[in-house]
């Protein structure tokens, strides 16, 4: 199966589910989820020019590729507006959903709101959208 197809296609499995949670009022769950899809959706745009390896951070790699000229100027562009709207459900937030705020003492069932939850998804849905339209411009949703 081709990998950036895998991809999107787990980061849209991750959307519906953060969208099923919002209907239930699982807020942290909706958040972990919206979390979950931005970062697959991110690692199927790594999928485009290299493989994918195992990690919570796949902007790290992808600023990486755009540095080092990997990326072309458009796709540069598009992704890296990509990167300024998934920056707020980065890496700490799936800490934040699993483990929750020991410092402070607050699962983290107590450390997400609707109103999180509400952004999260919001994030979530425009961030798979627009690397789909990515995928879609440079021929990487194809299966081969």
Known sequence: MNPVVYRIRLAKGFLNEAEEDYSF?????????AQLAVENALKALIALYEPVPQTHNPAKILMDLISRGEISSQSSTAIQNILEYASSL???IHIQTDYGDEA?????WELFSEEDAREALAIA???????EAIIKTTGGNDET
């Not at 009022?25 to 989820?33: A, G, L, M, Y």
């Open 25 to 33: 009022e699982r807020w942290r769950s909706c958040v972990s989820n």
């Open 90 to 92: 980065s890496p700490q």
């Open 104 to 108: 402070h003492g607050l699962t983290p």
């Open 125 to 131: 849905r425009r961030v798979v959208e627009m690397a």
